[in-house]
């Protein structure tokens, strides 16, 4: 079970520091991993990140930067020196704003020493939201999501990134493309009958482990729960069986 919950990433997506306390506090004691997106972070400052590490938990930092080399490789450098386990850049940026991405993190490390975290690095491919007619018809690709997820997988790992941010149907093909060691990390999890929002490409949490990914996220079937330790409770149940 705990083995479950340490590869569940909880999407803090809150306003406000004090509400994403609580839900943290409501889900003491299981050992998820937290993620801090751009809500929250612009709201609450490294403060936030700062106190889930003090309590032990693993942190991916989701900034999903996507800018000129130079100014990437500064931010990785900055989120580096936070000690988040995990953060994430757009694949859409180029390899050369990702391989920058990668020149931050280790110009950071260099100047902290051997105890540091070294954070898994991980390129976001098509959002979870895009649908294959929103990609083609109003994005102006063309080929289907899986194609224009793989072409981002490829390009990832090129730059020597850890990973991606993939839907779960993508998994299998990117397991197959880039190696069973290259990280996947999925959102778009809804438990059966829970509502898909504005997600688009979407399966269970079972259906995701069983496609071998590594890291379901999963924000809104926790956080809006009337009771969100009894949902994640379920949800680890769910992928124990
Ligand atoms: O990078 C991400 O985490 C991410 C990428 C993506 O393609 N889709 C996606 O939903 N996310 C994030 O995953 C979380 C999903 O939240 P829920 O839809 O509430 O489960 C949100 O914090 C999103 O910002």
Do not use: W
């Amino acid at each position: 079970m705990s083995n479950a919950a340490q590869r569940i990433m909880v999407a803090l997506d809150y306003p406000h520091a004090e509400q994403a306390q609580a839900l943290v506090e409501s889900l003491a004691g299981i050992p998820c991993y937290m993620k801090v997106g751009m809500q929250l972070f612009y709201s609450a400052s490294p403060g936030f990140v700062n106190s889930l590490k003090e309590k032990g938990y693993h942190v991916f930092l989701d900034l999903k930067m996507h800018d000129i080399p130079n100014t990437v490789k500064g931010g990785a450098e900055s989120i580096t020196r936070l000690g988040v386990d995990m953060f994430n850049v757009h694949a859409a940026g180029g390899r050369a704003m990702m391989e920058a991405a990668m020149e931050g993190v280790d110009k950071a490390l260099t100047g902290l020493g051997a105890s540091a975290v070294r954070p898994a690095v991980i390129g976001v491919t098509q959002l979870t939201s895009t649908s294959q007619a929103v990609m083609n018809e109003e994005i102006g690709l063309a080929g289907t999501v899986e194609e224009a997820v793989l072409r981002y997988a490829q390009l990832t790992r090129t730059a020597g990134l850890h990973g991606v941010v993939a839907s779960p149907l993508e998994v299998v093909r990117i397991k197959e493309t880039c190696g069973s060691g290259f990280l996947t990390v999925t959102p778009g999890i809804r438990p059966a009958g829970s509502d898909i929002g504005d997600q688009s490409r979407v399966m269970t949490p079972p259906e995701a482990f069983a496609q071998g990914t590594d890291y379901v996220v999963i924000g809104r079937p926790i956080t809006g729960a009337a009771d969100p330790r009894a949902a994640l409770e379920a949800i680890i149940a769910s992928i124990s069986e």
